[in-house]
């Protein structure tokens, strides 16, 4: 079947503009999780969804980042008023349900801010 | 809380050397410790974890609770081992959240 998709896969915009990353999990996948990872670094954690709920949200870096979730499907993370750091590459995983199950990761979408 | 750390962020050994990624977790339950991989151009993906007891790719890794640790091992490495390896942790009981380690990067030199 399908496994985790994200789009777009590359997105270049301008310092303080706006944009929308999006995420289809698998079916069936309760648990989603939205990651960051910089240029040579790990994995930084942003927020996860068990459901539609976001009990975690500890990882978003300010308030400029926001996430929602509908339909225990389809996520968007949205970055307002992008900064240059925020240029990386964002990941999203989905599991069966948030806990010991594996994680199974999308391509990610490399955001570069000019 | 729980945390994982990977001390090392880049890994160097030559072909055929052991390696030993090394991970240390702090968590008060019992968790469940795994390791995801992430070669060059390809999805980050599970390695293996502990409570299969499996050897994937001749890699193994025992959860040590004494020494809260669940390093890394294999014998042999080999040019395609070359990747980012992550230690991750899921606390038991369920309904939260995975925590990742920072990453060591493994290069495998020929």
């Known amino acids: 079947g399908a496994g985790v998709s994200q789009s777009p896969s590359n997105k270049v915009t301008e310092k303080g503009k706006d944009v929308e990353l999006r995420c289809d999990p698998i079916?069936?996948?309760?648990?989603l999780y939205w990651y960051r990872q910089r240029l040579g670094q790990g994995l930084e954690f942003l927020i996860y969804?068990?459901?539609?709920?976001?009990?975690?949200k500890s990882g978003l870096p300010s308030d400029r980042f926001s996430a929602e979730r509908t339909g225990e499907s389809v996520s968007t993370l949205t970055i307002q008023r992008t900064q240059q750091e925020d240029s990386a590459v964002y990941l999203c995983?989905?599991?069966?349900?948030?806990?010991?199950?594996?994680?199974?990761f999308g391509p990610g979408t490399r955001l570069t801010v000019l | 809380a729980q945390r994982v750390t990977q001390p090392e962020k880049l890994l160097s050994v030559f072909k055929g050397a052991p390696v030993e990624l090394k991970c240390n977790y702090s968590?008060?339950?019992?968790?469940?410790l795994f390791w995801y991989v992430q070669y060059s151009r390809q999805r980050l993906q599970l390695l293996l974890r502990?409570?299969s007891r499996e050897s994937i790719k001749g890699f193994t890794a025992d959860l040590n609770k004494g020494e809260t640790s669940f390093h890394l091992k294999k014998p042999f490495a080999q040019e395609e081992d070359s990747a980012m390896y992550y230690c991750?942790?899921?606390?038991?009981?369920?309904?939260?959240?995975?925590?990742f380690g920072i990453g060591t990067k493994l290069q495998v030199i020929p």
């Open positions: 995983a989905s599991s069966l349900s948030v806990g010991n199950n594996e994680q199974f």
């Open positions: 079916s069936g996948h309760t648990a």
């Open positions: 969804f068990q459901g539609n709920s976001a009990p975690d």
């Open positions: 968590y008060s339950g019992s968790p469940e």
């Open positions: 502990h409570i």
């Open positions: 991750a942790l899921a606390p038991s009981g369920g309904y939260q959240k995975v925590t």
